[in-house]
């Protein structure tokens, strides 16, 4: 069993952080995800640095230039997360835009993934119909669950045919909008939760995009399985470093 | 029947019987496909879906070819260069873009486009420019339809083209600096592109190029194809023929030498002959000649050739033409490209500078820093004398005047 099945069985909800692989500082990326697991996030998306993330706000955008800055590659991260199942067993995913993944080879990256012990990937620009075209079988192969976005303007129709593709959860966009650009949720977010809840999908939904803080996580997850952090936590590591994150975590799950 | 295996690019001797148009999946070859996030799904969808259907609409083809006849002064000449074909020893023929409104051929595009926009509903327009000229033709089609126009631009290109931004501003479009990466063209697309993700239902964005997910490098190509439709009639007036023996164009992204090749893609009797900006030299790091140093990935939504690291991060295209410094290439010329149907020719800021200047002093016509990449390959790359030649002249050089003066201390 795949262990984002595993922690998706579980009777809770689930809180999930995004970081940018390399940022503050390039060696960061495993003392980020031990503290993570330490202080009970349930899983986590380490974000691969890409110099053109187009879906992207300007808090997510600037940790990824530094993080290149700093010299951080995809061979690199791999090199970084080679020990990682020692110390870390929650469920890690790896999301980043498909270019850098093209250029490692799709195969080679699955491969690597799988011998390391990611659990999943998300790569927002590689469109469900090539997925299913060309690099499923790929994806299969090496155990490896892609996960999809869907957003309040994805068709009924599509948010059916995404269910379908989709082995783990889905990636649920909680606006029209990219990283970091929310402040709370209002009447049409809630509409969109209600939608969504009542369509009876196979795969449990994940929020991500506009959570920041212990009332934005209980509203996404009052139907969802769990919500995912990203530029907030990117904000606080920016200006606390690694030794803030108890504090931020348990900001947003109290003890 | 490979005959080169380059950068992973594997190219296959020309083979007449090949498609050069884009297919029903988006793809041109191997390049194309709308390479996006869920968040601009619907909107590119829903281009998709409409585009064929609205643009074979007889209203609206009335509509775009008067807009193309009395606004932009279309058609445009097609000049027979005698004093250029002597020095050179052909038969060369300009296609006189430079005399569109607003000084170029990306007029064309851009009136499609708002035509486009208004069928679908579309009450604010967006658009990204590098040097200025497409930012320009979208804010006058802005003012021209009184439609709101947001125009992304890199921080950088802001200060380097002062007077197209003035331009815009006087033509009532809000110009946005992007302050991001490295704040030039490419940066200017990704700002564009979030804001569209931002504005998912009252929104088009007004690509420039033939680039960008599918359907735009097919739209805007059907655009432009107004450019090799006239050739063909001017050509049988003058020549007793519609197809000349070469086409010639510069290529950034892509869309003048897409319009100018467009009926010609399936003739074998002609050469498409593509000229990228060698910048400095292709091996000196400035450069921008994609398809001698780029390599197959995914930009802007496309998969395409483009210039990057071996661990597939954009890198920063130089040209002293602001407007061939793209690090990408248009799906349709990549597919050109590697299956052998065009010659790609790369010209240094030197040669095209000089070619610039000999345009002006023979034929009287100053043309854009772009267009002079396609006339100096007549100095290396030589034509029987009864060839017919015809270059694609896509801009004028009013814009480039301060370039030309530091270059030369006019």
Request: a negative charge; proline letters at 5%.
């Amino acid at each position: 069993m795949n262990r984002i099945h595993k922690k998706l069985s579980e009777d809770k909800k689930l809180l999930s952080i995004y970081f940018t692989a390399g940022y503050p500082e390039v060696n960061d990326t495993v003392p980020i995800l031990e503290s993570l697991e330490k202080n009970g996030v349930d899983l986590v998306e380490i974000g691969l640095p890409f110099s053109d993330p187009l879906a992207d706000g300007p808090t997510i955008q600037a940790s990824s230039t530094q993080a290149l800055l700093n010299g951080m590659t995809t061979q690199k991260l791999f090199e970084q997360l080679k020990d990682i199942r020692k110390t870390v067993s929650i469920p890690l995913i790896l999301m980043g835009y498909f270019n850098p993944v093209l250029q490692y080879g799709v195969e080679a990256f699955c491969k690597e993934c799988n011998e390391i012990g990611i659990d999943g990937c998300i790569l927002p620009d590689l469109p469900l119909a090539e997925y299913n075209a060309h690099y499923r079988a790929i994806f299969e192969k090496y155990n490896l669950i892609n996960i999809f976005l869907i957003t309040p303007q994805t068709s009924q129709e599509r948010i059916h045919a995404i269910d379908e593709a989709s082995n783990g959860f889905i990636y649920m966009v909680s606006s029209a909008s990219t990283t970091g650009a929310q402040e709370g949720f209002g009447n049409e977010q809630t509409t969109y939760f209600n939608r969504i809840a009542t369509m009876d999908l196979k795969n449990p939904q994940v929020v991500g995009f506009g959570i920041s803080n212990e009332a934005t996580f209980n509203a996404a997850t009052k139907q969802a399985k769990g919500a995912i952090i990203g530029s907030a936590f990117i904000k606080m590591i920016t200006e606390n470093g690694i030794s803030g994150i108890p504090k931020f975590i348990r900001s947003i799950r109290p003890l | 029947m490979h005959d080169e295996i380059k950068n992973g690019i594997t190219r296959t001797e020309q083979n007449n019987s090949m498609n050069y148009n884009v297919n029903e999946q988006g793809y041109y070859g191997e390049f194309g496909g709308a390479y996006i996030p869920e968040m601009l799904y619907p909107n590119v969808e829903e281009l998709r879906q409409n585009y064929l259907k609205v643009m074979s609409d007889d209203a609206f083809q009335k509509e775009f070819k008067e807009l193309l006849k009395e606004y932009v002064g279309r058609p445009t000449p097609l000049y027979y260069a005698k004093r250029f074909s002597e020095k050179y020893n052909t038969k060369v023929y300009l296609k006189r873009e430079d005399l569109c409104h607003t000084g170029a051929h990306k007029v064309n595009n851009t009136i499609g486009q708002i035509l486009m926009a208004k069928r679908l509903k579309k009450t604010r327009i967006i658009a990204e420019t590098g040097a200025g000229q497409h930012g320009v033709a979208t804010a006058t089609v802005c003012a021209l339809m009184g439609l709101e126009c947001i125009v992304y631009m890199g921080a950088i290109d802001i200060e380097r083209q002062a007077p197209n931004v003035a331009r815009m501003k006087m033509l009532g479009a809000t110009v946005v600096p992007a302050t991001s990466g490295s704040k030039t063209l490419k940066d200017a697309t990704n700002e564009a592109i979030r804001d569209w993700i931002n504005h998912p239902e009252d929104t088009h964005y007004i690509i420039g190029s033939v680039v960008g997910p599918h359907p735009y490098p097919d739209m805007v190509a059907r655009f432009q194809s107004v450019i090799s439709e006239e050739i063909k009639t001017q050509l049988l007036e003058k020549e007793g023929r519609e197809h000349p023996d070469y086409v010639v164009a510069c290529v950034g992204g892509g869309s003048n030498a897409a319009g100018a090749y467009y009926h010609y893609l399936d003739n074998p009797d002609v050469g498409i002959i593509a000229v990228e900006a060698a910048g400095k030299g292709i091996d000196t790091g400035q450069s921008a000649a994609t398809s001698a140093l780029g390599k197959v990935g995914i930009i802007h939504g496309s998969k395409t050739l483009l210039m990057q690291t071996n661990d597939g991060q954009i890198t920063e295209p130089y040209s002293i033409s602001a407007g061939l410094d793209y690090p990408g290439v248009g799906p349709m010329h990549a597919h050109l490209f590697q299956s052998g149907r065009g010659e790609f020719i790369s010209i240094t800021d030197k040669a095209s500078m000089e070619a610039g200047i000999a345009l002006s002093k023979l034929e009287g016509i100053i043309p854009a820093i772009e267009t002079s990449h396609a006339l100096a390959i007549f100095e290396t790359r030589k034509f029987k004398p009864d060839d017919i030649v015809v270059v694609n002249l896509s801009g004028r050089g009013d814009k480039d005047l301060t370039t030309y003066i530091d270059y030369f201390n006019l």
